[in-house]
């Protein structure tokens, strides 16, 4: 599976944007999708995250009820709209895909067998 993100930039405090994360060499109709973010100095955190058949989706409590993750299965692709932006969200934004994820595994990063190249976000105050 290969994992291509876009959408990052640079915005004001309070402003929003979509990050699409297009799939390509997928094969089977199950798993997870997530994106994962890293602030420099900091490890690396769950965001957002969805099981691909059924749509269910978990969100860390930092982004909760500001961002949605969803799939378009058609195209393939996996977005994350983010709304209300914080300077605490900028962060390297990592989109990840688990073909034999569980529910159980959907923050995992270990739990990812693939990872796209990551898209920069810096939210300015």
């Known amino acids: 599976v290969q994992l291509q993100a876009s959408g990052g930039g640079l915005v004001q405090a309070g402003a929003s944007l979509r990050l699409s994360c297009a799939v390509s060499?997928?094969?089977?109709?199950?798993?997870?999708m997530a994106w994962f973010r890293q602030a420099p100095g900091k490890e690396r955190e769950f965001v957002a995250g969805?099981?691909?058949?059924?749509?269910?989706?978990a969100y860390a409590n930092s982004v909760k009820d500001r961002f949605t993750i969803s799939r378009d299965s058609a195209k393939i692709t996996v977005y994350l709209q983010m709304n209300s932006l914080k300077p605490e969200d900028t962060a390297n934004y990592y989109c990840?895909?688990?073909?034999?994820?569980?529910?159980?595994?959907?923050?995992?990063?270990?739990?990812?067998?693939?990872w796209g190249q990551g898209t920069q976000v810096t939210v300015s105050s």
């Open positions: 990840a895909a688990a073909p034999r994820g569980i529910l159980s595994t959907l923050r995992i990063p270990s739990s990812y067998d693939s």
């Open positions: 060499g997928r094969t089977g109709s199950g798993g997870n």
């Open positions: 969805l099981r691909w058949s059924g749509g269910s989706t």
